[in-house]
């Protein structure tokens, strides 16, 4: 059976957007980005909703950002290898390969798909994850928190929902980030 990840850039105190939408205060930085790029390379599939997978897609249908160095390239090579799902009522196509579009997220297929995957499941976007969280689905918690405030915006983890976790791992990363990895339930 696989897991179900989730993995998220989030500030200290908890939000993965501030209040106008953004998230350009965690810079790019070359370990975290590194990071990250192994993080994904475990994955049979990722699971977004329509704006991560919107900012997300840009690794495949942008050849720019691989050009620019080679961790961006290896990146964009991890990015574009595993099966994608969108949920989205918004969106009527998708601009990737290897990528399906689902209206709505339903933790009873999820459940069967994680009992039958051999590879496990990256699941990004606050909104998805929380739905996720609610049914009982969330596996694990990968947490990158970056050393900044932002004082409101979008959370990134669930409201209303009440787990115990158990720190499986951390790290300190040069500029102040904080990597910590969590067992849910």
């Not at 939000?15 to 990250?36: K, L, R």
């Amino acid at each position: 059976m696989a897991n179900l990840i989730y993995l998220t850039n989030c500030s200290l105190d908890g939000y993965i957007e501030d209040e106008q939408g953004e998230f350009s205060w965690f810079p790019p930085d070359a370990d975290v980005f590194a990071f990250t790029t192994e993080q994904m390379r475990s994955a049979g599939t990722l699971m977004y909703g329509r704006r991560l997978y919107e900012a997300m897609s840009v690794w495949e249908t942008d050849p720019s950002l691989a050009a620019r160095s080679a961790e961006m390239a290896e990146f964009a090579s991890v990015w574009r290898a595993p099966e994608k799902v969108v949920y989205s009522t918004k969106l009527t196509a998708v601009s990737t390969a290897n990528t399906r579009l689902v209206p709505e997220f339903d933790p009873a297929t999820v459940r069967k798909l994680k009992e039958t995957a051999d590879r496990d499941f990256l699941i990004g976007g606050a909104n998805i994850a929380a739905r996720a969280f609610e049914a009982g689905l969330v596996d694990e918690c990968r947490l990158l928190v970056w050393p900044v405030l932002v004082g409101g915006g979008k959370p990134g983890l669930p409201r209303g929902v009440r787990t115990n976790l158990e720190l499986l791992e951390e790290r300190r990363f040069g500029n102040g980030v904080l990597y910590v990895r969590y067992g849910v339930g």
